[in-house]
């Protein structure tokens, strides 16, 4: 079943340029990259943002660590990421897509895709994770 698929998007309070740099900093990561059910803890995160570059996201929750890594395959500034997903939840060869577009100089529409799951409810547990992420992405730039 790995020609699963999902899309979120949403529009957020927040430049383009300052929406791509928080997907590429180690901090903002730090800040955003945390599981669904929250943490307060922020996860811990290495980061090397060119292209074929790696980076390492463990969530932290009360009751484990949750490691996530990737590959850079592609970095266009301010309006697209591409970067492949390891997770225990989704498949080896998973690639998760950012494109992001300018609404007005304060507001972005943002569009995250990911592929290949193993799955509906990996799936629907990454759809979840994947706006919960977001939405704190938009909390994270307010208060930076």
Do not use: C
Not at 6 to 23: C, D, G, H, K, M
Not at 38 to 53: A, C, I, L, R
């Amino acid at each position: 079943m790995n020609e699963l698929e999902l899309t979120v998007s949403r529009t957020i309070a927040a430049s383009r340029e300052n929406v791509f740099n928080a997907w590429l900093s180690p901090v903002m990561l730090a800040k955003f990259m945390v599981p669904p059910s929250g943490s307060s803890q922020p996860s811990k995160v290495k980061n090397d943002p060119v292209k074929g570059g790696r980076f390492s996201i463990v969530m932290v929750t009360l009751e484990k660590e949750i490691p996530h890594a990737g590959t850079y395959l592609a970095i266009d500034p301010h309006s697209h990421l591409s970067f492949t997903w390891e997770s225990p939840y989704s498949l080896d060869d998973s690639v998760v897509t950012i494109d992001l577009a300018e609404v007005d100089a304060g507001t972005t529409e943002i569009t995250l895709k990911q592929v290949k799951f193993k799955s509906e409810e990996a799936r629907n547990g990454h759809e979840q994770g994947w706006t919960a992420i977001i939405n704190r992405l938009e909390t994270s730039l307010a208060t930076a």
